[in-house]
């Protein structure tokens, strides 16, 4: 069963921004870490970004330091990616995810998984 939704994904030319979200379907998050991972094809699922619970840290990975900003909402069940001065490197499909373990943490460290969202950008 999905239990987490993704939205936000599209095509975006080289310099543009996106913002995704991801909501939850069957049940709350509220106190879990969520985290951004990206698959680009024929390349394996790599961490993004992940933030705490409480919303008080974040993590992010090197590729995408100073131009992505993960966010929770309010509800703090939602969680947003906003992605600026996109490359045509960060095409990949987007998934977000949710987990009880220590921050950054491994994908197996996350049990709950969307189906992803598709990011295009045209160079």
């Known amino acids: 069963q999905v239990q987490l939704v993704e939205s936000g994904g599209g095509l975006v030319q080289a310099g543009g921004s996106l913002r995704l979200s991801c909501a939850p379907s069957?049940?709350?998050?509220?106190?879990?870490?969520m985290g951004w991972f990206r698959q680009a094809p024929g390349a394996e699922r790599e961490f993004v970004a992940a933030?705490?619970?409480?919303?008080?840290?974040?993590y992010y990975a090197d590729s995408v330091k100073d131009r992505f900003t993960i966010s929770r909402g309010n509800p703090m069940n939602v969680v947003y990616l906003q992605m600026n001065s996109l490359k045509p490197e960060d095409t990949a499909v987007y998934y977000c995810?949710?987990?009880?373990?220590?921050?950054?943490?491994?994908?197996?460290?996350?049990?709950?998984w969307g189906q992803g969202t598709q990011v295009t950008v045209s160079s």
């Open positions: 995810a949710a987990s009880l373990g220590l921050l950054p943490g491994t994908m197996a460290e996350y049990p709950y």
């Open positions: 069957q049940r709350t998050f509220t106190h879990y870490n």
């Open positions: 933030i705490s619970w409480r919303a008080d840290s974040t």
